[in-house]
């Protein structure tokens, strides 16, 4: 069974960045799409940022021009470059991989933005 596991998490100040990333444990293939979601306590889990596998990329309003996410399909790596970042971009962060047949998650990081 792949797992993904996340990494860059951490606190920044506000206005700082942070990059994300998300690495499989093994091959992936007939990848749909791959993406970053968010969940803050008491909320449901959000999509943050999503790529397909025909490299179009979709974000929430809230991100636009301050998140990108890009992939190495190669390394099966996803990863989130954050800047600009605001105290209400903290969450626990997850990536997702979504498969024709399976769809992997990772365990989340955790991202706090401090005002």
């Known amino acids: 069974q792949v797992q993904l596991a996340e990494s860059g998490g951490g606190l920044v100040q506000a206005g700082g960045s942070l990059r994300l990333s998300c690495a499989a444990s093994g091959s992936i293939f007939d990848i749909n799409f791959m993406g970053w979601y968010r969940q803050v306590p008491g909320k449901g889990r959000e999509l943050v940022a999503l790529i ?22 190669a ?41």
């Open 52 to 73: 397909t596998s025909g490299g179009v990329t979709t974000y929430t309003d809230s991100v636009k021009d301050r998140f990108t996410i890009f992939r190495d399909n």
């Open 75 to 115: 390394k099966n790596t996803l990863s989130l470059q954050m800047s600009s970042l605001k105290p209400e971009d903290t969450a626990v962060y997850y990536c997702r991989i979504k498969t024709m047949i399976y769809d992997y998650w990772g365990q989340g990081t955790q991202v706090a933005v401090s005002s």
